[in-house]
């Protein structure tokens, strides 16, 4: 899982992406989450394969659980500059078809995989979120 994670970071930055003791302190919390699979299948993480599943027999297919553009409410959209399991092009391409939303935002975070909740800049993240959630919104409807 390591290797996987890291493998999407440029060789150079990987050292440092996660800081030290977060990934063992990650699995040990995971795989307590989910005591059967140790027993099932020990050395492994299980994890769902349902957003894989419903992108290959829903979203590409074109038939979408629903349609971006009947969100009406505020979207805040985080991303980060690695992330090899939502690519910029698929994000960006959400983020524009949000053309209802009473307003969106994007906040793209530098030297960041899909796990950047997880990694050194995930502050960057946790900060964004929380500015957003604080925020008053209204409707104008």
């Given at each position: 899982?390591?290797?996987?994670w890291l493998s ?6 990987r ?10 302190q ?5 795989l307590?989450?989910?005591p059967?699979?140790?027993t099932?299948h020990p ?7 349902g957003?894989?599943l419903?992108?290959?027999e829903?979203?590409t297919?074109g038939k979408?659980f629903?349609?971006p553009?009947a969100?009406?409410?505020p979207?805040l959209l985080?991303?980060a ?7 910029l ?7 524009t078809?949000?053309?209802g939303?009473?307003y969106r ?9 899909h ?5 050194k800049?995930?502050l960057?993240a946790?900060?964004a979120i929380?500015g957003?959630?604080d ?5 104008t409807?």
């Open positions: 899982m390591k290797e996987r999407a970071a440029p060789g150079h930055k050292s440092d992406l996660i800081p030290e003791g977060w990934f063992e990650w699995v040990e919390a995971t307590a989450s989910d059967g699979s140790q099932a050395g492994y993480i299980r994890a769902t394969n957003p894989i419903d992108i290959r829903y979203w297919a979408a629903y349609d553009r969100i009406t409410v979207v985080v991303h500059e690695w992330d090899i399991d939502v690519p092009e698929l994000a960006q391409h959400f983020f078809s949000l053309t939303a009473a935002r994007w906040v793209e975070i530098g030297e960041g995989t796990m950047v909740m997880l990694e800049n995930r960057q946790f900060q929380r957003f959630l925020e008053a919104y209204a409707p409807k």
